[in-house]
Every structure is written in C-alpha cells, then in structure tokens.
Nanobody, 112 residues
C-alpha cells in the first residue's frame, strides 16, 4: 500500500532553516508528481509546493516564494522541502501528498 512518511520538522527560530523529507513506498515513485501542503491552527490546508516526476517545480506560491524549494531523489523515493528564512507564520503541520494519499504530517514551529 502507499505510504508517505514525513520527517525533519521541529522548533526553529525566525530566520532559520529546516529540511523536510518524505519517504515514499508502495508505488513507482518516479512516475508521480509529489506535493507539500501545510495546515496552520484554525486554517485550511494549503499547497506549498509541487514537483513533477522529472523534478520540475510545478507552481509558485507567493507566501513561500524565494524561501522554500522542493526537490526529489527518485533513486531514494524521497521528496524534500528546503525551508529557509522561516517566519512565525510558517508554523504549521506539513504534509506530503501523492494524490489522493497523505502522509501523517510533521510539525514545524517557528518561534523565538
């Protein structure tokens, strides 16, 4: 069965960086686009970034433009989200997605 396991979340100070990872299994990873979403308390889940099977970024989200970068390693069945210049408003649970499946999420908290 499809499994998506996120890791790399944690507590970071404003201006800091984190790299999230999503290890995928149960399907042919290199054939599918992958996405990262996030959900802050009392807010709807929102798209952060998507990447094509070949590794091309598929969207440009204003709230993270120039700060977040999505990438993938098809040999490792893993998709990454590099997050730089983090802000308190980036605090959320971050989810990996391969439609229609979701990972369990990883908490990112940006606070001093």
């Amino acid at each position: 069965q499809v499994q998506l396991v996120e890791s790399g979340g944690g507590l970071v100070q404003p201006g800091g960086s984190l790299r999230l990872s999503c290890a995928a299994s149960g399907f042919t990873f290199r054939n599918y686009a992958m996405s990262w979403f996030r959900q802050a308390p009392d807010k709807e889940r929102e798209l952060v970034a998507s990447i094509s099977p070949a590794g091309v970024s598929l969207n440009d989200v204003d709230s993270v433009k120039g700060r977040f970068t999505i990438s993938r390693d098809n040999a490792k069945n893993t998709v990454y989200l590099q997050m730089n210049s983090l802000k308190p408003e980036d605090t959320a649970v971050y989810y990996c997605r391969r439609f229609p499946y979701w990972g369990q999420g990883t908490q990112v908290t940006v606070s001093s």
